[in-house]
């Protein structure tokens, strides 16, 4: 069982900045992949960023490349999320998410995730 809270979500203008910070408890990060996930108003639930165990694999979605840093310190069981770039597309509701991991892999399909955070909110707007 692994718990996730989120927090660091805040409204903020175009061009900003935040960190979005992901406090697992439950299973060590050593053995988890992490996803961050987003769901704007209307629109369906889309991966961001995701770091495997080893935090030796990373992948983001192509509209977040070069804007987003996706991270993990293992002694402090937390992952982060550096949002730097942001436009009003950012907006949303982010979730992690995590998976007891088998292979040093992440995805970004929501559908291998078994536990959920209960978000944090992040709107970009002037």
């Known amino acids: 069982q692994m718990q996730l809270v989120e927090s660091g979500g805040d409204l903020v203008k175009p061009g900003g900045s935040l960190r979005l910070s992901c406090v697992v408890s439950?299973?060590?990060?050593?053995?988890?992949?992490i996803g961050w996930f987003r769901q704007a108003p209307g629109k369906e639930r889309e991966g961001v960023s995701c770091i495997s165990k080893s935090g030796a694999y990373i992948d983001y979605t192509d509209s977040v490349k070069g804007r987003f840093t996706i991270s993990k310190d293992d002694d402090k069981n937390t992952v982060y999320l550096q949002m730097n770039s942001l436009n009003s597309e950012d907006t949303g509701l982010y979730y992690c998410a995590g998976l007891n991991a088998v292979l040093d892999y992440c995805q970004l399909w929501d559908g291998v995730y078994d536990w959920w955070g209960q978000g944090t909110q992040v709107t970009v707007s002037s």
């Open positions: 439950g299973l060590p990060l050593t053995s988890s992949t």
